[in-house]
């Protein structure tokens, strides 16, 4: 991680910067002009993955892209067990340091959690939220506190993580991981993964992630959350099913859903113009 891993060819590269904030250096990238979109990756990502849409937004909005703690390359915060918390927290102070104040946010299934988080706290008040495929509800009962323990036992171990990036490097492992999430695979799409599972702080930063990712809390919490939000679901992603961005507009007060046919969970990846039409859609209904 840092300024000496970021790859040459990385997306948006040029507008890449190095910035120190809340005790760690932030990977950001700002682009365009006009009112300020956060946009915010999911579990395993990176700035790459919110590249395609920012370059869409960028006519009319800023838009500031952020490798989350523990992800790209962004090092990680220290908290582990209340980690989302935590980060929307240190997210909202890296924001206020850059004098940039979201009108909007646009968050990828665990960034879609950080962006509704930073809202419920009262860091940030923006106009209106957009969801994709948003990990937004509890998995079970049952298997949620399992997958838990699990990730935060592995995430302690630096054997783990070395094994997985020496393991993971393949671009078969990363062609076929890819298509598990259900979406439409691009050459680049697989050099940008296979680059993040090739670091064995990337592959710590995930693990610890998903074992700091308690959405029971989170779910609880949804009642009170007063932005506009809209939620995304693709009829092909087999990461979120659809179906929980329609379930979690019964506990939003001041919420729509749909259904993308023939998408997957990277659909803003893999077709980053089709989710900037549902974004403009969804600016029309907020006006």
């Not at 060819?9 to 956060?38: M, N, T, Y």
């Not at 952020?66 to 790209?72: I, R, S, Y």
């Not at 939620?231 to 507009?249: E, F, M, Q, S, W």
Request: glycine fraction near 10%; charged fraction near 20%.
């Amino acid at each position: 991680m840092g300024p000496d891993r970021l790859p040459s060819d990385w997306p948006l590269r040029e507008h890449s910067e190095f910035v120190h904030c809340a005790g760690i250096l932030w990977h950001i990238q700002r682009i365009g002009s006009g009112p300020v979109i956060l946009l915010l990756h999911g579990t395993g990502s990176s700035t790459h993955s919110m590249a395609g849409l920012a370059e869409h937004l960028s006519h009319q909005f800023t838009c500031l892209l952020v490798d989350l703690p523990g992800q790209g390359f962004t090092p990680p915060i220290e908290e582990r067990e209340h980690l989302l918390t935590a980060m929307a927290g240190a997210i909202s102070a890296l924001c206020k340091q850059l004098k940039l104040h979201p009108d909007y946010v646009i968050g990828h299934s665990a960034g879609a959690a950080v962006g509704i988080r930073m809202c419920l706290d009262g860091h940030i008040d923006p106009r209106g939220l957009l969801s994709i495929n948003g990990a937004l509800l509890p998995f079970g009962a049952f298997i949620e506190p399992i997958m838990l323990k699990a990730a935060r036992a592995l995430s302690r171990s630096p054997r783990v993580a070395q094994f997985l990036a020496q393991r993971g490097t393949g671009e078969s492992d990363v062609r076929r991981a890819l298509r598990d999430t259900g979406a439409t695979i691009s050459e680049p799409m697989i050099q940008r993964y296979t680059t993040l599972i090739s670091q064995p702080e990337h592959i710590a930063g995930t693990l610890r992630m998903m074992g700091g990712w308690e959405l029971g809390q989170l779910a609880r919490d949804l009642p009170h959350l007063t932005t506009p939000i809209h939620l995304v679901g693709c009829a092909k992603d087999h990461i979120v099913p659809a179906i929980r961005a329609h379930r979690a507009t019964r506990e939003l007060p001041n919420a729509t859903a749909v259904t993308l046919d023939d998408a997957g969970h990277l659909i803003h990846e893999a077709d980053p113009g089709r989710i900037t039409g549902e974004f403009f859609r969804f600016l029309e209904r907020l006006n």
